[in-house]
């Protein structure tokens, strides 16, 4: 069994910047894939970015090129960089996990966190 925690979130301006962390605890992340997604308010959960656990990493085309994940397996935590935030990413982020490769399909990733709330304001 996977426990994770969400932290980072907040309120921002448009172009900043946040550090989304996922940590985990019940069992290390080895040869795991960790996914965020994100959902806004009366919209469904995306995918956002996943990295696989030894390496591999995957982003939806809203994100490219301004947001980046990545791992500290020594702190059993996986990392969203967020960059040059935009309005439209305000949602609830959530990190996922599953004992797999990483795909952006949500319904595949069994564990999954609280949830972290991001805001950009404009």
């Known amino acids: 069994q996977v426990q994770l925690e969400e932290s980072g979130g907040g309120l921002v301006q448009a172009g900043d910047s946040l550090r989304l962390s996922c940590a985990a605890s019940g069992r290390a992340f080895t040869n795991y894939a960790v996914g965020w997604f994100h959902q806004a308010p009366g919209k469904e959960r995306e995918f956002v970015a996943a990295i696989n656990l030894p390496g591999g990493t995957y982003f939806a085309d809203s994100v490219k090129g301004r947001f980046t994940i990545s791992s500290d397996e020594a702190r059993n935590t996986v990392y969203l960089q967020m960059n040059r935030l935009k309005p439209e990413d305000t949602a609830v982020y959530y990190c996922?996990?599953?004992?797999?490769?990483?795909?952006?399909?949500?319904?595949?990733?069994?564990?999954w966190g609280q949830g972290t709330q991001v805001t950009v304001s404009s």
């Open positions: 996922a996990a599953r004992p797999s490769w990483a795909t952006m399909n949500s319904a595949s990733y069994p564990y």
